[in-house]
């Protein structure tokens, strides 16, 4: 079955596709996602779990407490270490949140807010896109 979004680690062991056109697409500043992206920001999105396919590979799912006390599961290729996709999301029940990175075309999907803009580092300009200093909502 072909699907509208396919995405691969960076030695493409793991593959996976979707076909929703995602509603919640954050540029998200806080220093958890510095850390685990290691970069100044990470770029991802919400994806219905029953529309999220793995499609090629194993991906290793690591539990992880966030800074709001809840659960969650980051996963990552074995074989290269890429960051791929966040799941059993406690705050966010039905979601995968998928790394914008790990798409074959990462130009079909853009941000539509940025959070913990209170984390943005001095050299890094806002997008023009609503801004929330914390969480949105
Ligand atoms: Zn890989
Ligand atoms: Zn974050």
Same mark, same amino acid.
């Given at each position: 079955?072909?699907?509208?979004?396919?995405?691969?680690?960076?030695?493409?062991?793991?593959?996976?596709?979707?076909?929703?056109?995602?509603?919640?697409?954050?540029?998200?500043?806080?220093?958890?996602?510095?850390?685990?992206?290691?970069?100044?920001?990470?770029?991802?999105?919400?994806?219905?779990?029953?529309?999220?396919?793995?499609?090629?590979?194993?991906?290793?799912?690591?539990?992880?407490?966030?800074?709001?006390?809840?659960?969650?599961?980051?996963?990552?290729?074995?074989?290269?270490?890429?960051? =791929?996709?966040?799941?059993? *999301? #406690?705050? &966010?029940?039905?979601?995968?949140?998928?790394?914008?990175?790990? +798409? %074959?075309? @990462?130009? =079909?999907?853009?941000?539509? *807010? #940025?959070? &913990?803009?209170?984390?943005?580092?001095?050299?890094?300009?806002? +997008? %023009?896109? @609503?801004?929330?200093?914390?969480?949105?909502?």
């Amino acid at each position: 079955m072909t699907r509208k979004y396919t995405a691969q680690c960076a030695c493409g062991a793991v593959k996976f596709g979707f076909n929703t056109d995602p509603d919640f697409v954050a540029n998200c500043h806080c220093l958890d996602c510095k850390r685990a992206s290691g970069g100044e920001a990470a770029t991802f999105f919400g994806v219905p779990e029953d529309d999220f396919t793995l499609t090629s590979g194993n991906p290793k799912a690591r539990r992880y407490i966030a800074e709001s006390g809840k659960a969650l599961e980051r996963n990552f290729c074995p074989d290269c270490g890429s960051r =791929l996709f966040t799941s059993n *999301l #406690e705050s &966010f029940p039905g979601l995968v949140f998928v790394m914008l990175g790990s +798409l %074959d075309r @990462p130009e =079909l999907i853009a941000p539509k *807010l #940025e959070m &913990f803009t209170k984390r943005r580092l001095k050299w890094a300009r806002p +997008l %023009d896109l @609503p801004q929330f200093d914390s969480m949105p909502g």
